[in-house]
């Protein structure tokens, strides 16, 4: 449980971090919370040479109404997420499943930039944020560029973002009713064995935890809702194209038979909500 | 409290005090072995086999000597010179038992993944782990017995050399023709196959050992995160060729054993070998992924129980068949923790005729050792689980049966059909506190409104009714079973000059709370108050002579003995005062720690100005010899054995499969409670372990013997998230197989908690044609049986 020695600096802002990244992209690794690339290196499954801590950098951490859409910092902790009003308010699916994720300890450490440019597709925040249709904002040596959170997860701990980037900021559509989240684990601290998050806003987008190598939407239960498919009709199309992983937790069959049934209960749930 | 228990009234003793280890516990005082500064210390690193089984060709430590920092490396070749005999396994529980020679590093063959093979010594920790990974062992892959079922078929052998893979097997049939008569006379039978899974006991601190050498003085200090300092310094002292007297054990503060610190480690034996030939010090903290190979696992059997019945439920025999799982190798009782449980398969019943058997199986895993409850749980967890399926098979409600069956209140002491005499009971009384804290009745009520609304989330109720045997242990009982040593404790009670009183115990807690619990006894005893009662314990330099702490022993065979010479030094004392006073002995009274003349109340002296005197020794009767202390050795004439019944109620989704526990209620019965706050701790963690073995834990395997839950993240220890409160009742029936009328509450909950939880899921889903489902109960399985009963004509309600 020691990681691999390796050489420790710590960003004063974003631009810093941008430069260190662009002297060795592919042995640098960006530090936020540490929640997830720390027991990597503990394991060493991870042996980065160079760790840029972006903790500090400030301007980095917060929630704003942004009109038409919330913009979070990618620095934002997932408690500072959990107890944000505006997310309450304008994204309470986001602020419910920041407060589902790991346990305390964990959730005051961890970064939503974090969680999201881990690219793991058992992770709750992301599926979060592609129910609300976000949008990532990065920064790179030629800029800033925006691109879909459907667009974002590539593969398994693999995101569109390239070496020398950093995620800055994400975008979700409010949507202050008509939601719900279906985390299904065998603990209350453990990674979701599936997870569901529903948003239903005159369409419904329905992204699933731990269902693939990426966070996916249930493309198939969308277009059975948007034709008019009843919830549980929807949900029985809840794993279709899937490949869900087996594990110690739960088989690929077991995983298809969860979704169908979390998936249900969520869009029940989300109807049922919605004002 | 039992007057028995104290001479005098209003006591401590009987009362909630809180734990006295607990401000330095949560303040971060308390030093753990890690925590020791040990100024020069050398850093040691193990290197392990990746395979289950494999035959070691080469181990080049060239490259790992060249890395920074790095002192020396060798290999088990390189080190078995170091060794005067191989490890100690103490408990032969058959003559011709086999016991493949257990060296702390494997020279020519690794049996298991985790099997320790070349050690590297560094001057920090850092440095070593770098150079282990640095080390080049050359293996050869072997076919690894893995299942234990096929291990016993000798398809392939755990120990290349071995001619079979079966160790031992032990039996227990007292009378086989009446087993033979009971069955074929039964109106019903019932044959049950139960799998207890291997589990990880994960304590709070992994292990840590620590060897400080003084070279001049030829003496070793061993510092170890153990539960036996007196066991492992006599056993160290044999194993590595050193005079047991040139060796100190300590154990320093130790976060949690759960029996899996009750054993002699080659992590021991090579921090002490490595600290001989390098004349410093060495020290190795286990970490937690290695802890999951390298410290044993506990449970590990297959069990076949068979039940004959009369028509009205009434049980005349039970017959069992054990594949015991030792792992690799034989570890220091890895052998006996079947037959711990071997008399108790019948558990609380009356039941004439008995047979049981028990074999145990080499396999390529990590040894099998003791485990909380040790034998006790596998045996409870097959009867309990049993009777519930004959309710069933009967359609008798399963406290009906139960009451059936009970050995009656009025037949203790009871001569058991296996031979031990159950020192004393009352299980029917706790069956019915239990029943009525849960308020059973309405509890079936709502059980059988859901199923009529076809609800999806059923309801299911779970008894269990234990009892176990401990107090370990009666040394002439331990002989009869081949164990080889005993089973006493000592203790010595001393009185300061200053009236402060120091005890020495033989015991060595692990965050128990015992250091509490012998003060409140002493405090009592001598009138003092508690916290004037310093404790000496598990340091072999200040108490050289015990047995440790295990198998709930050590307020009734420990505390016992603290009591014991506590009374001694009262009688001491007692003459002293009588010189003093110029008075009979017989006439004087002791109360709260002062003797007064009977019939003369005024005429009065306190232990304290007694203990003064006997140190001053300036007047002492003729022949009494100075200092006011006693020592006493207890060696119990009989086990004890603690008993009461748990309810657990759980609900079950059926369309996920997910099981929670919605309610817990507990009613034990430990004899005399001397603090019943630590009993309800001990209850409080005892639950929560056997949840852990009910619904979430398991060491998993993969084909080719790789454990595949050696992190948290796959093995799941419950956390208070998952457990509801629990409803904690008490019956007080004392034993009386000490004085102090104490029976033990360590390991009770641990014992009684994994089959109420089964047996109510599985009554969740009886009706529904479930009759088992395999430990732990993740939803998955769970939700695989739902659709198998499905599937299968026949569910029989």
Same mark, same amino acid.
């Given at each position: 449980m020691i990681p691999a020695s390796f050489e420790y600096r710590r960003a004063g802002s974003v631009q810093e971090a941008l430069g260190w990244l662009a002297e060795d992209p592919d042995s640098t690794k960006l530090l936020a919370g540490g929640h997830s690339l720390l027991p990597l290196m503990k394991l060493r499954l991870a042996s980065p040479s160079v760790l840029v801590d972006v903790g500090r950098v400030p301007g980095l951490s917060y929630v704003r109404d942004g009109g038409d859409h919330v913009a979070i910092g990618a620095l934002t902790r997932h408690r500072d997420l959990e107890t944000s009003q505006v997310a309450r308010a304008q994204v309470p699916l986001l602020a419910h499943v920041a407060g589902q994720v790991g346990d305390p300890q964990v959730r005051h450490r961890g970064t939503i930039g974090g969680s999201l440019a881990h690219g793991d597709p058992a992770s709750d925040l992301p599926a979060a944020v592609l129910a609300l249709d976000g949008t990532m904002v990065i920064d790179g040596p030629h800029g800033t560029r925006e691109v879909a959170s459907s667009d974002f997860f590539k593969g398994f701990l693999e995101t569109a973002l390239e070496p020398e980037e950093m995620l800055t900021e994400i975008r979700v559509r409010k949507a202050p009713s008509g939601w719900a989240f279906q985390k299904f684990n065998r603990r209350a601290q453990d990674w979701a064995i599936v997870g569901v998050a529903a948003v239903v806003d005159g369409d419904a987008r329905v992204a699933l935890v731990n269902m693939g190598s990426t966070t996916v939407r249930a493309r198939g239960v969308e277009a059975a809702l948007a034709s008019g498919a009843s919830a549980s009709e929807a949900a029985a199309r809840a794993a279709e194209g899937l490949d869900p992983p087996s594990d110690l937790q739960g088989s690929a069959d077991y995983r298809r038979h969860l979704a169908t049934v979390l998936v249900r209960r969520a869009l029940e749930e989300a109807t049922a909500t919605r004002g | 409290m039992s007057a028995a228990v104290m001479e005098g009234a209003a006591g401590v003793v009987g009362t909630r005090m809180r734990r006295r280890e607990d401000a330095a516990l949560l303040s971060g005082e308390a030093r753990f072995v890690h925590d020791l500064v040990v100024p020069g210390a050398l850093h040691m690193a193990v290197v392990r086999s990746p395979y289950a089984h494999a035959r070691i060709t080469s181990v080049d430590v060239s490259a790992a000597l060249g890395m920074p920092g790095v002192v020396a490396a060798f290999s088990g070749a390189d080190l078995a010179g170091e060794w005067a005999s191989a490890m100690p396994c103490v408990w032969p529980v058959t003559a011709d038992m086999q016991s493949p020679p257990h060296f702390p590093l494997a020279v020519a063959e690794a049996c298991y993944a985790g099997d320790a093979v070349a050690v590297v010594v560094a001057g920090t920790l850092a440095e070593a782990q770098d150079a282990a990974g640095a080390v080049a062992v050359g293996y050869e892959e072997l076919p690894a017995a893995v299942d234990l079922e096929d291990a016993a078929s000798d398809r392939?052998? &755990?120990? %290349?050399? &071995?001619? #079979? /893979?079966?160790a031992y097997t032990w039996e227990l049939v007292p009378d086989p023709e009446a087993v033979r008569r009971a069955f074929e006379d039964a109106a019903v039978t019932l044959r049950a196959r139960y799998v207890q899974q291997r589990l990880i006991p994960s304590a709070m601190e992994p292990r840590g050992v620590c060897v400080v050498p003084h070279p001049f003085g030829g003496e070793y200090v061993v510092y170890s995160a153990t539960q036996i300092p007196h066991i492992l310094r006599t056993l160290l002292g044999m194993t590595a060729g050193i005079p047991e007297g040139r060796i100190r054990v300590v154990a320093p503060a130790v976060g949690g054993g759960f029996g899996s610190k009750l054993d002699v480690y080659a992590e021991e034996l090579l921090c002490l070998a490595l600290a001989r030939r390098l004349r410093r010090p060495v020290r190795w903290s286990e970490e937690r992924s290695e802890a999951a190979q390298a410290t044993i696992h506990g449970r590990g059997q297959v069990q076949e129980i068979e039940l004959a019945a009369d028509a009205d439920g009434r049980v005349r025999a039970v017959r069992v068949h054990l594949l015991a799982d030792m792992g690799a190798y034989m570890q220091l009782v890895t052998p006996g923790v079947p037959i711990l449980g071997a008399f108790l398969y019948h558990g609380v019943y009356d039941v004439a005729a008995y047979a049981f058997t028990c074999t145990g199986i080499f396999t390529n895993k990590t040894p099998t050792d003791a485990y909380r409850g040790a034998g006790r749980p596998e045996a409870t967890y097959a009867i309990e689980r049993a009777m519930d399926a004959l309710a069933r098979k009967l359609r008798v409600d399963p406290a009906e049966l139960r009451r059936r069956n009970f050995i009656g209140a009025d037949r203790f002491p009871y001569t058991s059909v296996a031979g031990l005499v159950f020192d004393s009971g009352n299980y029917e009384a706790a069956l019915g506190a239990a029943l009525e804290l849960v308020d059973y009745d309405a509890l079936r009520e709502e059980q059988s409104k859901r199923r009529t609304e076809g609800a999806t989330k059923l309801l299911g109720v779970g008894l269990s009714c234990y009892v176990e045997m401990c107090g370990l242990a009666p040394s002439r009982v331990l002989a009869s079973l081949n164990y080889m040593a005993g089973g006493w404790e000592t203790a010595t009670v001393r009185m300061l000059p200053t009236g402060k009183v120091q005890v020495v115990t033989g015991a060595s807690p692990q965050g128990q709370g015992h250091v509490t619990s012998w003060s409140m006894i002493v405090a009592d005893k001598l009138g003092v108050s508690p916290e004037d009662v310093d404790v000496l314990h598990s340091d072999t330099g200040v108490s050289p002579v015990g047995l440790d702490t295990y198998g709930s022993r050590s307020l009734s065979v420990g505390g016992t003995a603290i009591a014991l010479a506590a009374d001694r030094l009262v009688e001491k004392a007692r003459l002293l005062a009588a010189h003093r006073l110029e008075v009979a002995p017989e006439d004087l009274e002791l109360s709260g720690g002062e003797f007064s003349v009977r019939g003369s109340p005024s005429s009065t002296v306190g232990l304290g100005a007694l203990a003064f005197e006997a140190f001053s020794a300036h007047d002492l009767p003729e022949g009494m010899e100075p200092n006011l202390e006693a020592s006493a050795t207890f060696d119990p004439t009989n086990f004890t054995f603690p008993f009461g019944t748990h309810v657990a109620v759980v609900e079950v989704d059926t369309q996920t499969g997910r099981v929670d526990l919605v309610r817990y209620v507990a009613v034990d019965d430990c004899g005399n409670q001397i603090n019943p706050l630590i009993v309800d701790g001990q209850v409080h963690g005892g639950i929560a372990q056997g949840v852990g073995q009910a619904l979430y834990e398991g060491a998993v395997y993969d084909e080719? %013997? /790789?454990?595949? #839950? &050696? #992190?948290f993240a796959d093995y799941l220890v419950p956390a208070a998230t998952e457990l509801p409160g629990f409803t904690l009742g008490r019956t007080v029936t004392p034993s009386p197989s000490n004085p102090l009328g104490v029976k033990g509450i360590g390991e009770a909950g641990t014992i009684a908690s994994t089959p109420a939880v089964v047996n109510a899921v599985v009554d969740a889903l009886a009706h529904l044609g479930v009759e088992d489902i395999e430990m732990p109960l993740t939803p998955e399985r769970v939700w695989r049986s739902i659709a198998a009963a499905a599937h299968e004509p026949g569910g029989d309600r």
């Open positions: - | 392939f052998l &755990a120990h %290349g050399d &071995a001619p #079979t /893979n079966r080719r %013997g /790789n454990l595949m #839950t &050696a #992190t």
